[in-house]
């Protein structure tokens, strides 16, 4: 008498012979919530064993970082520097891209550093930004130094953005109340205020004032001629 297969022999083989490919596990893990998301939870939501999966990615550290980037990507795509703008305006359309693409990855957020990890994502854009730059006067290096302060900025806005979801507040904000509980006996003043405020250093306003300072500077770099 025929014995019926298991679960697990009715899954199709690993690798290539399974009929999959990286970006079906990467649709199928953008389907996962980021807590959930392991190699098995992927390969049983395609229908396939975990080797299959691990043909193409070997862990789960590398499948968070394909899916944040992967998100990343989208979240950016649509950040485009018209011809027409100076340097100025195309900091603020670039920055604001990159704060905004990195807030909305929320729990994947952590998964992904836009200076080391998306390179490649960022090459139009990036590309526009620092020729925006040359246009306007400064030296090539004084353009990439710009471009590189400017994407690491707001790319650490949009992870303390991603940390308030995760943590249930920012970072600075729960890092100085925890620091006045330990130390009742110090009373400082403005600092105390600060921790009794309802002002956000994660807002928006503060998106754009780290922007303008940043422009401020570098309008100042330029009026003095120098690098």
């Known amino acids: 008498m025929a014995t019926r297969p298991s679960a697990d022999a009715k899954r199709r083989p690993q690798g290539m012979k399974a009929g999959l490919d990286l970006p079906q596990i990467l649709r199928a893990a953008s389907s ?6 392991t190699m098995q939870a992927v390969a049983d939501r395609l229908g396939v ?10 862990d789960r550290a590398s499948l968070l970082r394909l899916v944040a ?30 704060a905004t693409a990195v807030a909305a990855l929320g729990p994947l957020a952590g998964h992904v550093r836009v ?10 854009a990036t590309e526009a930004l620092l020729a925006k730059f040359v246009e306007g006067g400064f030296d090539l290096e004084t353009g990439l130094r710009a471009v590189a302060m400017l994407s690491e900025m707001c790319d650490a806005y949009g992870q303390g953005v991603a940390g308030m979801e995760r943590d249930g507040g920012g970072m600075r904000d729960l890092w100085l109340r925890e620091v006045l509980r330990e130390h009742p006996e110090e ?8 921790a009794q405020s309802v002002v956000s250093t994660y807002d928006a306003r503060q998106l ?15 009026s003095a001629g120098r690098p």
């Open 32 to 37: 996962i919530p980021p807590d959930d998301l």
């Open 115 to 124: 200076s080391r990890s998306v390179d490649a994502l960022l090459l139009a």
């Open 49 to 58: 064993d975990r080797k299959a999966v691990n043909h193409h990615v070997p």
């Open 208 to 222: 754009e004032l780290s922007i303008e300072v940043f422009i401020h500077g570098f309008e100042g770099i330029a």
């Open 69 to 98: 980037v992967d998100a990343f990507a989208r979240n950016f795509a649509p950040v485009s520097i018209p011809p027409e703008c100076d340097w100025r305006e195309a900091s603020r359309i670039y920055g604001r891209g990159i």
């Open 187 to 194: 009373r400082p003043r403005y600092l105390l205020e600060a």
